[in-house]
């Protein structure tokens, strides 16, 4: 299982695309943009193990705020969203008051309608993505992707129950595998975050997560197969929280 992937951006897209419903059980496919997600749809069949949902990627919120209606709409229409969350590193600070606008209108539609399932981008913004939660804590469930922050935000966010996807590259760093190995084991799940991670170089390929539960089974000091055990129980416990169970 994938549980954070841009699918659509690898080269050959829509070779990856098969060979990935056909290994993995399930991939979910995030989009970058309300408009993104709409070619993406139509672009790419349906298949049964790969979920492709709406989002607006925090880098990109300055370039694409004209489209938060859009994606308040097709909100409506989905269980899931993601891309979504909040930057506040340096390079996207100056953008950073149009973010909270969008992550706040994200998080409150999500809300409205009854809550969603949500795969959020926290890079040095995690205590104003969890403030967000906290104005609107019907928004539903929050999969922090590659969470990068302090061990006490780490501590508030799983006291919020956020869940965590993580993949081979979060392991790259002593800090990424000192946050890895605090993380609730029952509430983390794995991600590839191809075609952006890379490992020596190469990016991840959506069913290359495998290595997840090898770098996990070193940490919690257990084997492979257990933490892969691990990891296939938490997978079914979120895709039922997503309804696709």
């Known amino acids: 299982m994938d549980f954070h992937c841009h699918l659509d951006l690898y080269p050959g897209a829509r070779e990856v695309y098969r060979e990935a419903a056909r290994r993995n059980e399930f991939t979910w496919l995030v989009t970058t943009s309300p408009k ?82 949500l795969s959020i981008h926290s890079r040095r913004a995690v205590r104003d993505v969890l403030a967000e939660f906290e104005r609107h804590p019907n928004f539903g469930t929050a999969v922090m992707h590659w969470f990068s922050g302090s061990t006490a935000e780490l501590k508030a966010a799983a006291a919020h129950g956020c869940w965590f996807s993580i993949g081979p590259a979060m392991f790259d760093s002593a800090s990424g595998r000192a946050l890895a190995a605090a993380m609730p084991r029952d509430r983390v799940v794995p991600e590839s975050d191809g075609p952006f991670a890379k490992v020596a170089g190469k990016p991840i390929m959506p069913w290359n997560t495998f290595r997840t539960a090898e770098d996990l089974a070193s940490l919690w000091g257990i084997s492979p197969d257990e933490a892969a055990g691990t990891l296939a129980r938490n997978g079914q416990a979120l895709l039922h929280l997503m309804g696709r169970r």
Not at 38 to 45: D, I, K, M, P, V
Not at 55 to 69: C, F
Not at 89 to 117: C, D, M, N, W
Request: glycine letters at 10%.
């Open 36 to 117: 993104a997600f709409a070619a993406t749809s139509r672009a790419l069949e349906p298949l049964p193990s790969v979920l492709i949902t709406p989002g607006l990627h925090p880098e990109i919120a300055h370039e694409r705020a004209a489209e938060l209606d859009l994606l308040l709409e097709q909100i409506a229409g989905v269980k899931a969203v993601g891309e979504v969350g909040l930057d506040g590193s340096p390079r996207f600070k100056a953008h950073y008051e149009v973010q909270r606008k969008i992550f706040g209108a994200v998080i409150a539609r999500s809300a409205e309608l009854g809550g969603r399932t």
